[in-house]
């Protein structure tokens, strides 16, 4: 079975509609997607014009069979995670101001506004931003996969801290495996390629085929939005034991000089 994965979308409507039909060419029986759906950070994206919080949710309602929640999906319906590295959220912090809240947070965590947009999101977006889980464990024929957006102990990735070492993953392949999960799959971090993790070792990949085999694995991949990293889009093989990321090539942002 060919599970087409897209992640980190960011009101980005004309690379999702891109990645979309894309899928669609390449034979995927089903779509899944990993987070992250809407979020327009400045001076990070380049797309303000045609960007769609709207019509990109519309879109990953109707075409993916599985969706979970990303750190900026969590912000634009002001919801904090489940866990946060460590970090203690207020049961008051969308109440707080900016300032109060930048001192809580020390750098631990993601603020947003100071260099995200509004999302702009109607009642149908709010309501299915709502709904979405952090976690899904994806039955496949032989075995499961775990979805987040990103690990433990910060499944959401609403922490400013990067997961760069295998040892970074320990709850998280503890987590794997309560669920029985053999593969976990993950955005966030904007690869370009694929990083692959396993408990004894790290590769990062390009837009590749890589085999994946039946040991534990924990996987981030890239954005589908036009930003500062090469963007593209995952197929995931789950008779082959196979991963293959996809390049769109979109030309890359440009962060302005005066920034």
């Given at each position: 079975?060919?599970?087409?994965?897209?992640?980190?979308?960011?009101?980005?409507?004309?690379?999702?509609?891109?990645?979309?039909?894309?899928?669609?060419?390449?034979?995927?029986?089903?779509?899944?997607?990993?987070?992250?759906?809407?979020?327009?950070?400045?001076?990070?994206?380049?797309?303000?014009?045609?960007?769609?919080?709207?019509?990109?949710?519309?879109?990953?309602?109707?075409?993916?069979?599985?969706?979970?929640?990303?750190?900026?999906?969590?912000?634009?319906?002001?919801?904090?995670?489940?866990?946060?590295?460590?970090?203690?959220?207020?049961?008051?912090?969308?109440?707080?101001?900016?300032?109060?809240?930048?001192?809580?947070?020390?750098?631990?965590?993601?603020?947003?506004?100071?260099?995200?947009?509004?999302?702009?999101?109607?009642?149908?977006?709010?309501?299915?931003?709502?709904?979405?889980?952090?976690?899904?464990?994806?039955?496949?024929?032989?075995?499961?996969?775990?979805?987040?957006?990103?690990?433990?102990?910060?499944?959401?990735?609403?922490?400013?801290?990067?997961?760069?070492?295998?040892?970074?993953?320990?709850?998280?392949?503890?987590?794997?495996?309560?669920?029985?999960?053999?593969?976990?799959?993950?955005?966030?971090?904007?690869?370009?390629?694929?990083?692959?993790?396993?408990?004894?070792?790290?590769?990062?990949?390009?837009?590749?085929?890589?085999?994946?085999?039946?040991?534990?694995?924990?996987?981030t991949g890239p954005t589908v939005s036009k930003g500062t990293?090469?963007?593209?889009?995952?197929?995931?093989d789950s008779d082959e034991m196979t991963l293959s990321a996809?390049?769109?090539?979109?030309?890359?942002?440009?962060?302005?000089?005066?920034?």
């Open positions: 079975m060919k599970t087409g994965v897209i992640s980190d979308i960011h009101e980005d409507v004309v690379r999702l509609e891109e990645s979309l039909k894309l899928l669609e060419k390449l034979g995927v029986d089903e779509v899944i997607c990993l987070g992250d759906i809407v979020g327009y950070s400045v001076p990070f994206y380049g797309y303000l014009a045609t960007r769609d919080a709207n019509r990109c949710l519309t879109l990953v309602q109707q075409c993916c069979s599985e969706v979970v929640i990303g750190n900026h999906d969590l912000f634009a319906i002001r919801k904090v995670p489940s866990a946060a590295a460590g970090f203690n959220y207020p049961a008051n912090w969308y109440q707080l101001d900016f300032s109060q809240r930048k001192a809580l947070a020390e750098g631990r965590i993601f603020l947003y506004e100071d260099h995200e947009l509004p999302s702009l999101l109607n009642d149908n977006s709010l309501s299915y931003l709502h709904s979405l889980p952090e976690t899904i464990v994806k039955p496949f024929r032989t075995h499961n996969v775990l979805l987040s957006h990103y690990a433990l102990p910060d499944l959401t990735g609403s922490c400013t801290f990067e997961v760069n070492h295998h040892h970074d993953l320990a709850a998280h392949f503890t987590l794997m495996n309560e669920r029985h999960c053999r593969h976990g799959l993950s955005g966030n971090d904007h690869i370009p390629g694929m990083k692959i993790f396993t408990p004894e070792r790290v590769v990062q990949t390009g837009f590749e085929r890589y085999e994946l085999g039946t040991g534990l694995t924990w996987i990293m090469a963007n593209g889009i995952m197929i995931y996809i390049a769109l090539g979109t030309p890359l942002h440009q962060i302005p000089s005066s920034i």
